[in-house]
């Protein structure tokens, strides 16, 4: 996964700090610039505005109707509020991208990770038995 300061990072390292006619900019100039990049992107979106980046794709809101819907564990019938949500859809050099992406390495890469382990159970407190 990557976070908000990785990818300010990876901004600030790609940023040109030498070329004649642009400010100089600190690492946490540009994790602040990134951060409000982001919230201008929500506030459009909040505001139900579409949010598009060239050669990344399309942030569009999509509201949800509402509509009756089923308990699966008793089986009564439940009505279900109508919601938005965001939807997003990949341009077409993004889809280009990651379908170069070997599969057959992320699977491997996903074999080999180490699984987590249960977190171990914690002794009861209490009276010892005799």
Do not use: W, Y
């Not at 409000?36 to 050669?55: I, N, R, T, W």
């Not at 509201?63 to 009564?76: Q, W």
């Amino acid at each position: 996964m990557v976070s908000l300061g990785d990818v300010a990072k990876e901004v600030f390292l790609r940023i040109d700090q030498g070329a004649p006619g642009t400010p100089a900019l600190t690492k946490s100039g540009v994790f602040e610039l990134t951060k409000a990049m982001f919230d201008v992107c929500s506030q459009a979106l909040a505001a139900g505005e579409e949010v598009s980046v060239p050669k990344f794709g399309k942030f569009a809101v999509q509201v949800r109707e509402a509509r009756k819907g089923r308990n699966p564990h008793t089986g009564d019938t439940i009505d279900i509020p109508a919601k938005a949500g965001v939807k997003f859809k990949p341009s077409s050099v993004l889809r280009a991208a990651v379908g170069e992406i070997d599969v057959k390495k992320i699977k491997a890469a996903e074999k080999k990770a180490p699984k987590k382990k249960p977190a171990a159970k914690k002794k009861a407190k209490g009276k010892k038995k005799k």
